[in-house]
């Protein structure tokens, strides 16, 4: 069964500090996955998208990697901000232009920013 | 270019009332699909309208209805609503079917059903 898992559940870290949150998918074939970033009572919005050929990917202080052999990913986060008090969710497609009931959203992970 | 637009933001109905949620989506964009966000199953696909006809359709009971108008406007519907319909909905618009990696998230209406 293809399905995307994030740890940890939850972070709270001071600000200035760095965080690092991960996704592991079991979805097969893998097309491209993607990251987005939700604001509470907000839509999300997206950070970072990934096929499988590539390794890193960057957007400002935020960094997500991607390693297709072990179906892990990773969304770094530097000198964190108060602002960066969300949820990240990780999103997994198996085809670039798969229908939306194919595409495996993760749990989320809260993360918690506080000064 | 305006964002996705949802109306209401937020919404307090009574079990077994029958609500309706507006999606209006970027300009340009012609499809609009459908969310259900709660805090135990996460972000789950609820359908996709294209052209004014729906094109996918995620696992919900036939409670949840919506429809497409001929400016890409979208409504959903929900009948008979359950304790269990409480979410957070949300709308995202695509300029192609199915497109997921040009997908843009509206702000959501948040229902609670007492």
């Known amino acids: 069964k293809n399905q995307v898992e994030q740890s940890p559940q939850s972070l709270i870290i001071l600000e200035g500090k760095n965080c690092t949150l991960q996704c592991n998918y079991t979805v097969s074939p893998f097309s491209n996955l993607r990251w987005y970033k939700q604001d509470t009572g907000r839509g999300p919005v997206s950070l970072t998208i990934?096929?499988?050929?590539?390794n890193t990917k960057s957007n400002g202080r935020y960094t997500a990697t991607l390693d297709a052999d072990t179906k892990q990913s990773s969304l770094h986060i530097t000198a964190s901000q108060l602002s960066d008090s969300a949820s990240y969710i990780c999103?997994?497609?198996?085809?670039?232009?798969?229908?939306?009931?194919?595409?495996?959203f993760g749990p989320g992970t809260s993360l918690s920013v506080i000064p | 270019k305006a964002g996705v637009t949802q109306t209401p933001r937020y919404l307090i109905k009574t079990r077994g009332q029958q609500v309706t949620l507006s999606c209006s989506p970027i300009?340009?964009?012609?499809?609009v699909s459908w969310y259900q966000q709660t805090p135990g199953q996460g972000l789950q696909f609820l359908f996709e309208y294209f052209s004014e006809t729906q094109r996918n359709k995620g696992n919900f009971p036939g409670r949840f209805s919506g429809r497409q108008f001929s400016n890409s406007r979208s409504e959903m519907n929900v009948s008979t609503l359950e304790l269990g319909d409480s979410a957070l909905y949300l709308c995202?618009?695509?300029?192609?079917?199915?497109?997921?990696?040009?997908?843009?998230f509206g702000p959501g209406t948040r229902l609670l059903v007492l």
């Open positions: 995202a618009s695509s300029p192609e079917i199915s497109g997921w990696e040009t997908q843009y």
């Open positions: 990934m096929t499988f050929s590539e």
């Open positions: 999103v997994v497609s198996d085809d670039k232009k798969t229908s939306y009931d194919k595409v495996i």
């Open positions: 300009s340009g964009h012609r499809s």
